[in-house]
């Protein structure tokens, strides 16, 4: 069985830094895509980066600058490394992983999602 555990969420002010962390389980994930993806109040859920076996990666517009992903294969974990956090930048943040080798930024390509964690950021 598949399970994502978000970890390292909370309550900071803006500009202040938070990284979490998806320790992942049940099968071997180093060769396929993992990520984050964020869903504001009254908002839809939305790519926030993902980053593939080698460590290629890509990030929405809005995060690039700003934030930083990675992973330990061996480990089977993926970080957010978030810098310079904004008012907008608080949500419900997910893990999420995909059966292919293949970078996507469309939640409907993942198979698997962690239940999320509150990122709230006050300005």
């Known amino acids: 069985q598949v399970q994502l555990v978000e970890s390292g969420g909370g309550l900071v002010q803006a500009g202040d830094s938070l990284t979490l962390s998806c320790a992942a389980s049940?099968?071997?994930?180093?060769?396929?895509?993992m990520g984050w993806f964020r869903q504001a109040p009254g908002k839809e859920r939305e790519f926030v980066a993902v980053?593939?076996?080698?460590?290629?990666?890509t990030y929405s517009d809005s995060v690039k600058a700003r934030f930083s992903i990675s992973r330990v294969n061996a480990k089977n974990t993926v970080w957010l490394q978030m810098n310079s956090l904004k008012p907008e930048d608080t949500a419900v943040y997910y893990c999420?992983?995909?059966?292919?080798?293949?970078?996507?930024?469309?939640?409907?390509?993942?198979?698997?999602w962690g239940p999320g964690i509150q990122v709230t950021v006050s300005s």
């Open positions: 999420t992983t995909r059966s292919s080798t293949i970078l996507s930024r469309r939640d409907y390509d993942y198979d698997y």
């Open positions: 049940g099968r071997t994930f180093s060769t396929y895509v």
């Open positions: 980053i593939d076996w080698s460590g290629a990666a």
